[in-house]
């Protein structure tokens, strides 16, 4: 079992993403706590914490200073950063200091799933012990670097997944699945059945639309800008 230290300064986030954290088989919530502080001294009390998920923005201290002075303890828990802080500077301070994820908020269950999946992917494989293939470093790596969209069913192709994601994130507004079409050159049925595996993957979130007669209509929105 994976022992997971949940901080956020939101006790109210930090619920929902250890509720979210006890959904995935393998693994469990050893504690929360909001503050920098409050994080260090879990730290220091548990005799085992396996990964920390970790907010950037704390009262006392940031996310990646607690990881700095978890490092100088010793401390060489795993980290995933859980944060709404997008800047490049912050972004590259985390894989600096060995953030092996960072997951933007807001995201929804399926979002954080991927990213828990791919971590314990990782520890499986480190465990196994003995020396690595570049086929084995390979895939060490690429458990790193995790897609955090939806897994394809068959029949679907990544390159018009990614055409539709692309044209989400960059509006500046909701879009229904006939704009999506248009800026992307698929058929409007084909643009719903994408944007339906973004929004079951947490990535897109549906909105309605209601006009002054008939049924409202449905546009998406990439779930960063929420």
């Not at 972004?91 to 399926?110: D, E, N, T």
């Not at 196994?128 to 790193?144: S, T």
């Amino acid at each position: 079992m994976i022992e997971v230290l949940v901080v956020d300064d939101d006790t109210r986030v930090a619920r929902v993403n250890a509720a979210y954290v006890a959904r995935v088989p393998g693994f469990h919530v050893a504690a929360e706590a909001h503050s920098a502080a409050g994080a260090l001294r879990r730290l220091a009390e548990l005799p085992r914490i396996d990964l920390v998920l970790m907010d950037q923005h704390l009262p006392d201290l940031t996310g990646l200073a607690v990881v700095r002075e978890m490092r100088r303890r010793g401390r060489r828990t795993d980290v995933i950063m859980v944060t709404a802080a997008r800047d490049m500077a912050t972004v590259q301070a985390a894989m600096r200091h060995g953030a092996l994820q960072y997951l933007v908020k807001p995201f929804g269950f399926a979002g954080l799933r991927v990213k828990l999946e791919a971590y314990a992917e990782l520890r499986r494989t480190l465990d196994g012990g003995g020396e690595a293939e570049q086929a084995a470093v390979d895939r060490i790596f690429g458990a790193l670097s995790a897609p955090t969209g939806p897994r394809l069913p068959g029949g679907h192709s990544p390159t018009t997944a990614d055409r539709v994601r692309q044209a989400l994130m960059r509006a500046g507004e909701p879009l229904s699945a006939q704009q999506i079409a248009d800026r992307t050159g698929v058929s409007r049925q084909t643009a719903q059945r994408y944007l339906k595996l973004l929004e079951r993957a947490g990535r897109a979130a549906l909105t309605l639309r209601y006009g002054e007669a008939g049924r409202p209509e449905h546009r998406y929105v990439w779930a960063a800008r929420l």
